[in-house]
């Protein structure tokens, strides 16, 4: 296809007004830059002397560079400023709750933490409290803390999701998340998992096989009474308890993280990266509904309350 | 879209000694400063507006900040007349006789001032006429020490370091710097009243 | 041949005024060292002759300056700190740390005190922004993988910090001493007797006793006030200084 010479002109015109305006701005520049002459000192000093390799060697001059002043710090007073007057208005209108002084004989119902841990208060309704207070926390919050230590594969930074397939990794795991989390909320409020395996195990719970183990004495005294038979009793949790409390909680998120992570492999091919967004997504949503279950939709004995939200509880 | 150091090179970037470095500082702003006097004009405008607007932020905090602070030197302590108590029992002029000295008591502001909290402070009441009382502080004019009316010896005695007054609160003997300190007292419809400033008042 | 300078008599008014003025900019040269930043070299300057601002590296690649990156989300973090000490020390000039006098010295804050209420909102209203805020900063760290080599070990400070912020605000929590703030407190230490092994224990020495009481309310006030703040600072401190050292993420 031959450009026919009117157009060529206008080509060449086109970039006639380009020069010409790269030369204007390259003599701003130089206007700007004489207007203080000692704009041609070296804006830079010696801080340290490094050995040669250890020095960073810029593959290229970086093209986009600015001033932190003006540029980054407009931004973080323009930010400060409406933070601070969105923070003044809101303090100005909305008063800090302050209930009845403290009153150790009047326990209110629900008695809730503050809302940032409502999440493991929400836990603790379906697993041990050792296990949804402590263990969870601590093993989750350590386990995001050796991310980067483990995150090694190939791909940029800087990039939210990192790549394409990354969003839907994370988009297609708060879905996930959501769904199950909503699912088993609700199926512990219609078949309380306590509940069923309290019947399951209907010798356990008091003075079942699994509650007490009799373990002999070597040499003990048949006739002494608190051990009876030359026995040590040894009280071990009751099995329903076991169950509900620990296997069944434990399993159930050994088995949907393993599950998260097999689909997104199979179903976006995911890497490394991939499976720890999935991961990590998991973790905020279940982060997120569990605060606010535990804080809008737990009511009268932390039985589930559509409607206790409207009661307002006190930040 | 080349990067500025490979992240991608694990094996080096994880080397010690070897770990890519934050940017050189000393590279030109390349950013091409549109020098029209429109745009000068607009530039000096918004930085005229981002003064003002944080100025105006400023002084929105400032104020509240500094009248928390300063508030209390503006609240005046309520000044009452209290009615005193003699055993317990409302101050009514009958109940002194001319020339004895009592211990009342009388409700006053607690220490801190601003709470409106009150608390029973105590004070040594004498009545000196049929008509006059005198109502001296408790505390030595010292150190601040309670001091205990002798009836025998008509003195008040301080038991802290010796100080002692006559029976008007003038200084007898020991270390007080002057006498001591009195409440203002009046009548009124046969109850006897003091005036609870908070702060007494010398009596010379 | 000595002519003589005849420049006419200034104004005296005019001379007050350039000697003021002259004055003004040798004690705004004392101040900041540099005049008004507008070139390259006084941009370079303002940043790094100034010990606040040279928090800052000097220039910025103009990627990392996309607010759709960052969301300030670090930065607001530490202005909703800042918000909070100032708050919090105030509020301190009134407030008691004892059973018997610290609610009435809430009580006094919300309708003697001038302003009282208004500081006590933003001590309230800031901690709850504080931890949403420093909590989404985490996300968008992770999200942007912007904890690569060689930030690993910031960000590791970060989910100290992040600890650090929940057990500021919880800290504090109980300090009112009012029905909600003993019963929060309650269930959460309760959260905390039940770790295994030294449960019991941990709760004990958390409340310094058995249960929620003076003993409590000293503890607690001493970590909100004193101990919790210092590490958090001294971990901000080391967060700031590493970013400022492996440079911003954004556009890398």
């Keep these: 296809m031959a450009d026919t010479s009117q157009e060529r002109q206008a080509n060449q015109e086109q970039a006639q007004a380009a020069a010409a305006e790269t030369n204007r701005r390259a003599e701003a520049r130089r206007r700007h830059d004489a207007s203080n002459p000692l704009d041609k000192a070296r804006p830079h000093r010696l801080l340290a002397v490094v050995k040669k390799e250890a020095g960073f060697i810029p593959t290229k001059e970086p093209s986009t560079i600015v001033h932190v002043w003006p540029h980054l710090l407009m931004i973080e007073f323009l930010c400060a400023i409406v933070f601070t007057v969105t923070l003044f208005i809101t303090s100005a209108f909305i008063n800090a709750p302050l209930e009845d002084l403290a009153n150790p004989e009047r326990t209110p119902n629900p008695s809730k933490a503050p809302w940032y841990f409502l999440n493991l208060q929400e836990l603790l309704l379906h697993m041990d409290g050792g296990l949804a207070g402590v263990i969870v926390p601590t093993v989750v919050l350590l386990l995001i803390a050796l991310v980067p230590y483990f995150d090694l594969g190939p791909g940029q930074m800087g990039r939210w999701f990192t790549s394409e397939r990354g969003k839907a990794v994370v988009q297609f795991s708060a879905i996930y998340t959501a769904f199950w989390l909503f699912f088993l909320i609700a199926f512990d409020i219609f078949f309380p998992v306590k509940t069923l395996m309290k019947n399951l195990f209907p010798d356990a719970s008091g003075k079942g096989i699994l509650t007490t183990i009799k373990i002999p004495i070597p040499g003990g005294d048949p006739t002494y009474e608190p051990t009876p038979g030359g026995m040590l009793n040894v009280s071990v949790t009751p099995a329903d308890i076991i169950f509900s409390n620990w296997i069944i909680p434990i399993s159930v998120i050994f088995i949907l993280s393993g599950l998260l992570i097999f689909l997104v492999r199979k179903r976006f091919n995911a890497d490394r990266r991939d499976i720890f967004q999935a991961l990590f997504t998991g973790f905020v949503v279940a982060f997120a509904i569990t605060t606010v279950v535990g804080t809008a939709f737990r009511g009268y004995g932390q039985n589930f309350d559509w409607l206790w939200w409207a009661f307002k509880r006190p930040l | 879209m080349k990067q500025d150091y490979d992240t991608t090179n694990e094996k080096e970037s994880l080397a010690p000694g070897h770990h890519p470095g934050p940017l050189p500082t000393d590279v030109r702003d390349t950013h091409v400063w549109d020098d029209t006097p429109e745009a000068i004009n607009r530039r000096k405008f918004l930085t005229q507006l981002s003064i003002a607007l944080g100025g105006l932020t400023g002084v929105a905090l400032v104020v509240p900040v500094a009248a928390f602070i300063v508030a209390p030197l503006f609240k005046e302590t309520p000044i009452l007349w209290r009615q005193v108590k003699v055993n317990g029992q409302p101050g009514t002029l009958d109940k002194f006789k001319v020339g004895e000295t009592v211990e009342v008591s009388f409700e006053d502001s607690s220490p801190v001032a601003w709470a409106g909290v009150t608390a029973l402070t105590a004070a040594w009441m004498r009545r000196t006429s049929e008509t006059e009382f005198t109502t001296f502080a408790v505390n030595c004019s010292h150190l601040g020490c309670p001091v205990t009316w002798l009836p025998g010896a008509q003195l008040f005695m301080c038991p802290c370091h010796g100080g002692v007054y006559y029976a008007d609160g003038r200084v007898a003997a020991g270390p007080p710097p002057q006498a001591l300190f009195h409440y203002e007292t009046r009548v009124n419809n046969g109850n006897v009243e003091v005036k609870a400033t908070g702060v007494p008042i010398p009596t010379e | 041949m000595a002519t003589k300078k005849t420049s006419p008599r200034r104004n005296p008014m005019d001379q007050i005024m350039q000697a003021s003025a002259a004055f003004g900019f040798r004690v705004y040269k004392s101040v900041f060292r540099h005049s008004w930043p507008d070139s390259a070299r006084t941009r370079s300057l303002a940043t790094m002759s100034n010990v606040f601002l ?168 001493t970590l909100h006030v004193i101990a919790l703040p210092l590490a958090a600072a001294v971990l901000i401190a080391v967060h700031f200084w590493r970013v400022r050292k492996d440079g911003f993420s954004g556009g890398l």
Excluded at chain 3, 96 to 117: E, N, R
Excluded at chain 3, 162 to 191: E, K, R
Excluded at chain 3, 200 to 212: D, K, M, N, S
């Design chain 3, 54 to 221: 040279h928090l800052h590296p000097t220039t910025i690649r103009r990627a990392s300056l996309k607010v759709t990156y960052t969301f300030c989300l670090g930065g607001l973090s530490f202005f909703f700190f800042l918000v909070l000490t100032v708050s919090g020390v105030l509020l301190m000039f009134y407030y008691v740390p004892s059973v018997t006098q610290a609610y009435q010295d809430i009580k006094d804050l919300q309708t003697v005190v001038f302003a009282g209420q208004f500081l006590r909102n933003m001590h309230r209203w800031g901690a709850h922004a504080m931890v949403i805020v420093v909590f989404l900063h985490m996300c968008r760290v992770f999200y942007t993988r912007a904890y690569r080599p060689p930030r690993e070990f910031n960000w590791v400070v970060g989910v100290l910090l992040l600890v650090l912020t929940f057990l500021l605000s919880f800290s504090g929590y109980l300090l009112p001493w009012d029905q909600l703030s003993f019963w929060a407190v309650t269930v959460g230490t309760n959260i905390a007797k039940a770790t295994p092994f030294v449960g019991p224990e941990a709760q004990f020495l958390l409340i310094g006793g058995y249960e929620i009481g003076q003993n409590a309310l000293i503890r607690f006030y």
